[in-house]
């Protein structure tokens, strides 16, 4: 057990709280917990993740997690971009499909030309019998001459008594409605990237009176999400399906720092944020969003 993880567990202890408690606290897998306690760090999903891991920890139990890091900056492993798991690309799916489809027996196609015979009887006989189908007429749609015709009787037109016309009256022209005039409709949102540096990407939103933040998993990620004074919204991981939403009118900016991009859906006002940076080569993102003076 290093000193960091002994320096946790008797916080925790202190507080009389248990690793599942400190799972349901944090969200985090109580394995993970238990290898930051006992400094194996090797079973994490990569070195981002122990320092996210262990602050959510700290911060569980009352323990500053800044001090904690400088205290044991040699115990805790430096985050890297790099370090984030990458999850295989389109590329390589493709390349990977490529290899699996080359590792067919060539046999499969053989197959096909021990069927062929099968296939053509068939055939032969399905046209055969449309063809008889086709050329035995069918009873009754020939015209059955006994029929006889109906017979049309005219009735005789019986003359209507002319009714006197009566002058119509004339309308007075309705007076001309004054048009009120047209409203000017309320300019659309936009959500548009205007400036990139290194990770980060900011992002402009104009035509809108509020901000309304929702953050999505299709798999697992951790997200942080804090406005333009520094204060935090959610920190944590977030398990497929789960969401975070969170109303943010008035503030200056919101930011959200996302862990793993792919697996990551932002919406901005029920608008889906379009990720400036690919996501599947820049997976830790910085996103910064500023409602634009109406």
Partial sequence: MTELGRRLKEAREAKGMSLS???ETTKIQKRYLEGIEEGTYDIMPGKFYVRAFIKQYAEAVGLNAE???EEFKSEVPSSSE????LRPTG???SEQKTRVDASKPVRESSKWLDYLPKILVGAFIIGAIALVYVLIPKSGSESDPAVEEEVQVEEPQTEKPAVEETPATEEKPAEEEKAEPAKPAAPAQTLSAVSTSGRQTVYELSGADKLEIAVASKGETWIEITDGSGK???SGMLAKGQTQTHNMTGQKEAKIKVGFAPDTV?????QALAYKLPADSQVLQDIIIRPKAQ
Avoid: K, R
């Fill in 82 to 85: 790099d370090e984030v798991p």
């Fill in 91 to 93: 590329a390589a799916l």
């Fill in 21 to 23: 408690d400190v799972q």
């Fill in 232 to 234: 935090s919204y959610f």
């Fill in 67 to 69: 001090q904690l890091f």
């Fill in 266 to 270: 932002i919406t901005v006002n029920g």
